[in-house]
Every structure is written in structure tokens, then in C-alpha cells.
């Protein structure tokens, strides 16, 4: 079956330091990867997304996503973290076809930002 | 450049009635697709419609059902509620034949089942 892991329920780091998030995922293909960001009572932003290429993808508000193959992973990283951007983060995967291309999520990484 | 739009915003409803959420797609996007987000959960695929058609389901009861409109908007309507349907709803829509779908999301419906 498909699915979508973010290890990390919590995590809280100073403002400043650096921020790492992790994902990996179960797919029978290489899927489509993507970020996206819900701040509390909002929807989704995308931050960033993989589909092919450059296995280091830039993103939105400074963030960036590396995409490993081999440990079928796309972890997200972001080198100085601001308070703005504590919210809730999402890993999602889907695989484009002809008959649809729903997204997986993982259960969410909750980001605290200490000042 | 208007996103994507959800209405009503909030909603409260009371076991066994049924509901209807509505949604306007991004403009230039011909895909809707519809999640669940119970609380502190991640996102659930419910449905996706394009050329007015479910094109594709996920694991949801029959209770479950939408529809989309020439001007690709779309409903989804949820019958005899259940108090385990409080969630937020989530609307993305997309572009088919872009070769990557990218999906963007509204702001969501919040319904409330007491």
C-alpha cells in the first residue's frame, strides 16, 4: 500500500538555528513529492514539490527539499528558521496517471519556534 | 490571480442531516479534488472530479458524493452525518496535461457534527 511518513510529531528548535523534517515514503514507483505548510484554522500552501531532475529542490520562504532515492526520503530543510514559520507541515506523494492523481499525506509535523 | 475558494466557511450541523460544501477551482484549473482533515491528522483523499466525472475515489462511504459543474466547480454533499465527519474539508484543484498536476488547496470548510 502507498504511504506517507513523517517520523517527528513535534519538534521545536530556537529561532535562528537550523531546521531539518523528515519524510519517507512506500510507493511501488517513484511518486511526486511535495511540502506544503498549514498555519492553525487555514489550508495547505505548498512550499515546494519533486518530480524529476535535480534531486535538490528550492522552495518558497527559504526553504529547500532533498530528494534520496535509495532511502526513498525527502526530507525538508531550511538553514535559519524564523518565528513565522512555526505551523504545521506536510509531506504528501502521488503518482500521476490517467485515472487520477490523488496525494498521500503523512500525519503532519508540528514546528515550535522558540525566540 | 483568485485561488481556490471554499464556502461556507464554518458549519454546524446535527447527526443525520445532510450537508453540502462548495468550491471554486483556481482559475485556469479543470481538476477538483476533495480532502478530509480530522483533527490532528493529516489530509484524507475522498474524491477527485474532472470533466464532471469521479474520476477517482478514495476509501469513503457511499454517503460521500459530489459533483462538478461546467465551469468546473464543485460540490461535495455528505448524507446522514455522523458526529465522525467533523473535519475540516479541504478543496484542491489542478490542471490535467501538465504533466504535473500540482494540486492547490483552499482555505477549507470546517464542519462541526453534534
Known amino acids: 500500500a502507498q504511504s506517507v511518513t513523517q517520523p517527528d510529531i513535534h519538534i521545536t528548535v530556537s529561532e535562528g538555528a537550523s531546521l531539518e523534517l523528515r519524510c519517507n515514503y512506500s510507493y511501488g514507483a517513484t511518486p511526486y513529492l511535495f511540502w506544503y505548510v498549514q498555519s492553525p484554522g487555514q489550508g495547505l500552501q505548498l512550499l515546494l514539490k519533486?518530480?524529476?531532475?535535480?534531486?535538490l529542490v528550492q522552495g518558497i520562504k527559504g526553504f529547500e527539499a532533498e530528494f534520496k532515492r535509495s532511502q526513498s526520503s525527502f526530507n525538508l530543510r531550511k538553514p535559519s528558521v524564523h518565528w513565522s514559520d512555526a505551523a504545521e507541515y506536510f509531506c504528501a506523494a502521488g503518482i500521476l496517471t490517467g485515472g487520477g492523481n490523488k496525494l498521500t499525506f503523512g500525519t503532519g509535523t508540528q514546528l515550535k519556534v522558540e525566540l | 490571480d483568485a485561488g481556490v475558494t471554499q464556502s461556507p466557511t464554518h458549519l454546524i450541523k446535527t447527526r443525520g442531516q445532510q450537508v453540502t460544501l462548495r468550491c471554486s477551482p483556481k482559475?485556469?484549473?479543470?481538476?477538483v479534488s476533495w480532502y478530509q482533515q480530522a483533527l490532528g491528522q493529516g489530509p484524507q483523499f475522498i474524491f477527485q472530479y474532472y470533466e464532471e466525472e469521479e474520476r477517482q475515489r478514495g476509501n469513503f462511504p457511499d454517503r460521500f458524493s459530489g459533483h462538478q459543474f461546467p465551469n468546473y466547480s464543485s460540490e461535495l454533499n455528505v448524507n446522514a452525518l455522523l458526529l465522525g465527519d467533523s473535519a475540516l474539508y479541504l478543496c484542491?484543484?489542478?490542471?490535467?496535461?501538465?504533466?504535473?498536476?500540482?494540486?492547490?488547496f483552499g482555505p477549507g470548510t470546517r464542519l462541526t457534527v453534534l
Open positions: 482559475s485556469g484549473h479543470d481538476t
Open positions: 519533486y518530480f524529476s531532475g535535480d534531486t
Open positions: 484542491a484543484s489542478s490542471l490535467v496535461g501538465k504533466g504535473t498536476d500540482t494540486q492547490y
